[in-house]
């Protein structure tokens, strides 16, 4: 059962985040009886310590359309839920969050769809997101607002608490201007991520993005020490835009990956798909974005073309269900699965088949199996504001075998200089680099290996919330400062 609230608790949290989702999942017993469990995800991990040690708050969305619930406490942090409608799910989130400012920050590989009806919902919910917060957070409180779907709070939360140290984390790409001045509504979503005292981003070149929209929209000036905002007496302060590439909990994989089950359950793997040579794997949310036709198209040319046998090497495919409601998620299944049939039907044999697909989530110990029992992992995404899944790979290879092809539209290739660039769109280039993966010899796998495994053990997401919060406290304090 939910604990009740504690009556004599300070409500107000010194730190408060701010996520589409709440941290825990809601379960229902056969007898109808409510309890919690916490969320699988990286932001929940990294943040779990900083909400112990601060007594924090978390705000968001409880996971199901009209469920109204009273705050409570789970596990040290006090969860607040906001309430979204079966029409806010539908016009909100899946329509503005998913349909227009997905495709559109994903550099237009599906073409967005600009409805105002969806804009006025993500407005509406913004601002139920914001006075939940503005509610939850103490005087002189931090907040971190997280991702695309909250891109309006900053600035309203600094409208109604300008005490507040806000800071922002944008999770996916932020698109070249001349694409982003598609957006109908660009100058209102820019003046509302311009609320936050830091605005963190990916990469280097999204943060540019962002300060080429702001200085061609707003006219303010940006400088790599911020962007001055003029506010509404008159007085400026500055807004620091910067890369804060996020990470893994490296530990907790590279514990996983040395347990003796998951080691057996990875030879086990290996043994089922017929103990090809080599096993290539692909492991993604269905998403237009992730670049999986081409990679499909890539091997399923190497097997016709005989560069590569049946007998030999065989793709595995994860695609774990995504917006199973949205039109091109649904075709992009259908058109996968067609592949996936002309492939094996034109190739297989009954001992071996080409590529095993998989429609379907695991848990975490059956992924890490999988990448122990993977020579050659596959990230093609056509865009990707980092993709965990090279992070989550290389940490579990503590061996330093294997190898990783890594696309450069993905942000880990700004971090994983040693990988097999491609650039997924070039089907002949991504061809040779799957088979110079599949050829590559034990000593180059190992140089390759450990410059990567370093890196993902020096920065894991622990790190990545240090520096911006970080960040954010150097801020409070020239502000501060600037106030004496």
């Not at 944008?170 to 003046?191: D, K, N, T």
Request: include cysteine.
């Amino acid at each position: 059962m939910t604990p009740p609230p504690d009556p004599d608790a300070d409500p107000r949290a010194d730190f408060v985040v701010v996520a589409n989702r709440l941290p825990v999942d809601r379960v229902v017993g056969p007898n109808g009886e409510e309890s919690w469990r916490t969320s699988p995800g990286g932001l929940v991990t990294a943040l779990e310590p900083v909400m112990r040690e601060t007594h924090g708050a978390w705000v968001g969305w409880p996971g199901q359309p009209d469920l109204e619930h009273e705050p409570f406490d789970f596990d040290g942090t006090r969860l607040i839920p906001v309430m979204l409608t079966a029409e806010d799910v539908e016009l909100y989130y899946e329509g503005f969050s998913n349909d227009t400012i997905w495709p559109l920050y994903h550099d237009v590989i599906a073409a967005p769809r600009y409805r105002r009806v969806w804009w006025e919902a993500y407005v509406r919910v913004n601002e139920r997101f914001a006075e939940a917060t503005a509610a939850a957070a103490a005087e002189g409180a931090t907040v971190w607002v997280q991702d695309y779907q909250l891109q309006l709070v900053p600035k309203l939360l600094r409208e109604a608490r300008p005490d507040l140290t806000i800071g922002y984390f944008h999770h996916i790409p932020f698109p070249a201007y001349g694409l982003y001045s598609q957006l109908p509504w660009r100058r209102q979503v820019l003046e509302g991520l311009l609320g936050a005292d830091v605005i963190g981003f990916q990469r280097v070149a999204d943060a540019g993005n962002f300060a080429r929209a702001v200085r061609r929209q707003l006219r303010y000036e940006t400088k790599a020490t911020g962007i001055r905002v003029p506010q509404a007496d008159g007085t400026e302060r500055t807004a620091l835009a910067k890369a804060f590439p996020i990470s893994i909990d490296t530990a907790s994989y590279v514990e996983l990956a040395q347990r003796p089950d998951i080691r057996a359950r990875a030879v086990e793997i290996r043994e089922s798909l017929g103990n090809p040579k080599r096993i290539l794997l692909g492991v993604d949310r269905l998403d237009y974005t992730k670049g999986i036709r081409h990679r499909l198209k890539a091997f399923g040319e190497l097997v016709e073309d005989g560069r590569v046998s049946v007998e030999d090497a065989t793709l595995v495919q994860v695609a774990s269900p995504s917006r199973e409601r949205v039109q091109a998620y649904i075709e992009l299944r259908d058109e996968i699965e067609l592949m996936v049939t002309r492939v094996n039907g034109d190739n297989d044999t009954l001992g071996h088949s080409a590529i095993r697909y998989l429609h379907q989530g695991f848990p975490r110990e059956e992924m890490v199996a999988l990448y122990l029992a993977a020579d050659v992992m596959l990230v093609t995404a056509l865009r990707d504001g980092m993709n965990l899944v090279a992070k989550e790979y290389v940490a579990c290879r503590t061996d330093n075998r294997g190898t990783l092809v890594l696309s450069e539209f993905a942000g880990a290739a700004d971090e994983f200089g040693t990988a097999l660039r491609i650039n997924p769109h070039d089907i002949d280039a991504l061809k040779d680099t799957i088979l110079r993966a599949i050829e590559m010899p034990a000593a180059e796998q190992g140089r390759r290996m450990r410059a990567m495994r370093r890196k993902v053990i020096d920065n894991d997401v622990a790190a990545w919330s240090h520096s911006f919060l970080e960040a954010l406290e150097a801020s409070r304090a020239q502000a501060t400062g600037s106030e004496r």
